[in-house]
C-alpha cells in the first residue's frame, strides 16, 4: 500500500542552523501539507501547498520557514535558523486529487531537536 | 475558523471493556478524520467520515453532521489499542483543506 515516507526520522541541530526535512507524498497526490507538534500539545498546521505554491499558511509559518517540490517527488520543509521553540514532531501530508472530503495520509513525522 | 473538542482527555480502559471517545467541533463540516497516534510519536489515519457510521474491524467511527458531533468507538479493546486518538475537521468547514486537531485522547487498556 503506497505511504508518506520523511527523512531523517530523527534530526538534532544547533541553534541558528537550517535544516531541510523531507517528505515522498503518495504519487498521484496533488495536495501536500506540513503539520507540527510540540511536545504535550496538539497538533498545528503550518502550510498547504498544490500546483507548485503554497495554497495556505498559518501564522506559525513565518519568514524562516519554505516549502518546496524541488523534483516533483519530493516535498521539503526548509527552517533557515531554527530557534529552540521549532523543537517538535513535523508531519508531512499528502492527498489525491480528486474526491469530495479528500483524506490526508500522514508520514511517520520528524522529530527535531534544536539545541 | 473550527474549534475542535475532544473527550475525555485520559482513559483508561481494562482488557475487554467498550470505549468511547468524543469529539465536537463548532463549523459545520462535511468530513471529519480519526487518528491513531503511536507512543513513538507516528500518526495513522483510521478514519475520513462524512455522514453515517464507518467500521474497520473492532473500530467504529459515528458521525452527525447536523449535531456537530463525532464518536470513535472500540469493541473489545486490547493492551494494543493504547494510543492517542485525535480528531481533526477541516479547517474552514466543508471538507477539504488543511485541518484543526483536537487535544487528543490518551488510552490506555490494562491487560
Known amino acids: 500500500e503506497p505511504e508518506v515516507t520523511q527523512t531523517p526520522s530523527h534530526q538534532v541541530t544547533q541553534m541558528g542552523q537550517e535544516v531541510i526535512l523531507r517528505c515522498v507524498p503518495i504519487s498521484n497526490h496533488l495536495y501536500f501539507y506540513w503539520y507540527r507538534q510540540i511536545l504535550g500539545q496538539k497538533v498545528e498546521f503550518l502550510v498547504s501547498?498544490?500546483?507548485?505554491?503554497?495554497?495556505?499558511k498559518s501564522e506559525i509559518f513565518d519568514d524562516q520557514f519554505s516549502v518546496e517540490r524541488p523534483d516533483g517527488s519530493n516535498f521539503t520543509l526548509k527552517i533557515r535558523s531554527t530557534k529552540l521553540e521549532d523543537s517538535a514532531m513535523y508531519f508531512c501530508a499528502s492527498s489525491p486529487p480528486t474526491g469530495l472530503g479528500k483524506e490526508q495520509f500522514f508520514g511517520p513525522g520528524t522529530r527535531l531537536t534544536v539545541l | 475558523k473550527n474549534e475542535v473538542e475532544q473527550s475525555p482527555q485520559n482513559l483508561t480502559a481494562q482488557e475487554g471493556e467498550f470505549i468511547t471517545i468524543n469529539c465536537s467541533y463548532s463549523v459545520g463540516i462535511s468530513a471529519l478524520h480519526w487518528l491513531q497516534q503511536h507512543p513513538g510519536g507516528g500518526i495513522v489515519s483510521l478514519f475520513m467520515l462524512s455522514s453515517g457510521k464507518k467500521k474497520h474491524g473492532r473500530l467504529i467511527a459515528t458521525i452527525n453532521i447536523q449535531e456537530k458531533h463525532s464518536s470513535l468507538h472500540i469493541t473489545a479493546s486490547h493492551p494494543r489499542d493504547s494510543a492517542v486518538y485525535i480528531c481533526?475537521?477541516?479547517?474552514?468547514?466543508?471538507?477539504?483543506?488543511?485541518?484543526?486537531f483536537g487535544k487528543g485522547t490518551k488510552l490506555s487498556v490494562k491487560p
Open positions: 501547498f498544490y500546483n507548485n505554491e503554497i495554497s495556505e
Open positions: 481533526a475537521a477541516p479547517h474552514y468547514g466543508g471538507s477539504q483543506g488543511n485541518l484543526i
